[in-house]
Structures are given as C-alpha cells and as structure tokens.
C-alpha cells in the first residue's frame, strides 16, 4: 500500500515552510492560565521554549511578531484582570510589538489580526502557542479564508488531555492528531523551532 498523502500534495497546492525573513511571527495565548490556572498543560514547559527561541530569532531578524491575547470571564477562565490571563514571563510583548486580543477561539473573529496583517504586507505566518485544537486550529483554518500561507511549528505547540465518552484522549494523541489534520489542507507543518532558524 502507498504512503498517504496530504490533500495539500494531492493537488499540487503544496508549499515550503516560511523564512523569519519574509513572515510574521504569531504567538497565541501565551498566558498564564495554562501554567498555574484551571488548564495546566502537560506540554508548557516544553513549548515555551521552543516558542522562547523562535522569538529571540524573530526579534533578531526584524521579524514583525503579533501576541495574541485571549480575555477571558473576570474572576474565571482566562481572567482579563487576574493573573491568570497575563503572558508567560519568558513570553511578555516587547515594547512595539502588536498585540491583539481575542474573546473566541480564532484570533480573526472580531479582532483587527486581518488588518494588522494586512498593513505588514506578509502573507506568511508562522503560528505557535496554546491550545493545539482550539484556539490554534481554529486560527490556521481561518488562515486560509484570508488567503494567508501558514506555517506551525510542532513542538511549539501545546494542548491538554480531554474527556472523550468514557474514556480520555491523551494531550500527546489529540496534539498530534490535530497536527495532522492541519497539515493536511491548512498549513506547512515543521518539527520544531530549529527548523525555521
């Protein structure tokens, strides 16, 4: 039997992972909430560094970088007001660096992210950050509406185990099931953060 292909090769719409150079760094939800709140992620620490190195490079690059912040219920989920929706400590904007704040999963909907992209003049994305299945592949789906060619970096990507009938799908299955459906038809998958620098 053939090795499958991704519907992305099958129709000849395939493309090679962005450059620093030439793209916009995206980071999304990088906060507190999945360190210390309700949502710890099994795969934080790991991701975070990853992202941590694809940020010095970007900044080091001239990359343009966009943080995008969920606001969460005040006193819940995400507090926009607590601690729990402030950035990671290693992740925190710089000064100049957009961010754009979300109120649903994908960062486009109701938000200024296509106009901001749109006034940066890049069309490549490199995209990172928290949840894998949510707000992650909500926004690279999105992505491709708008025209824009993603590229997501594995490792610098996290989610959490969730509850499925009566039983559990692990972070590590649904992290890499949710990868494979992207790369499938939304975006160009790369293993790590080494790989774009």
């Known amino acids: 039997m053939s090795q499958p292909q991704t519907l992305l090769q099958l129709t000849g719409r395939s493309y090679a992972p962005a450059s620093l150079q030439h ?11 999945y360190r210390s709140g309700m949502l710890p992620l099994p795969g934080l620490d790991a991701a975070v560094g990853e992202i941590t190195r694809l940020l010095a490079a970007a900044r080091a690059a001239g990359t343009p970088v966009i943080h ?16 729990r929706g402030r950035f990671l400590p290693e992740l925190v904007p ?7 704040e979300k109120r649903l999963p994908n960062a486009f909907a109701g938000t200024e992210l296509h106009d901001r992209l749109q006034a940066l003049g ?17 926004t690279v789906r999105a ?3 708008y025209g824009y060619r993603c590229t997501l970096v594995d490792t610098a990507c996290a989610t959490r185990d969730l509850p ?12 890499r099931a949710e990868m494979a459906a992207l790369a499938d038809n939304f975006a ?7 790989a774009l620098i």
């Open 23 to 33: 793209a916009c760094l995206i980071i999304i939800d990088a906060q507190e909430e």
């Open 68 to 83: 995008v912040r969920h606001l969460g219920v005040p006193g819940g989920f995400l507090d926009p007001q607590g601690p």
């Open 94 to 100: 710089h000064p100049g660096e957009l961010i754009v």
């Open 122 to 138: 890049r069309l490549d994305l490199i995209i990172c950050g928290f949840m894998t299945h949510s707000s992650i592949s909500t």
């Open 143 to 145: 992505c491709k509406d």
């Open 164 to 175: 499925c009938g009566d039983g559990v799908i692990s972070a590590t299955e649904l992290h």
């Open 188 to 194: 160009a998958l790369v293993p790590h953060a080494a």
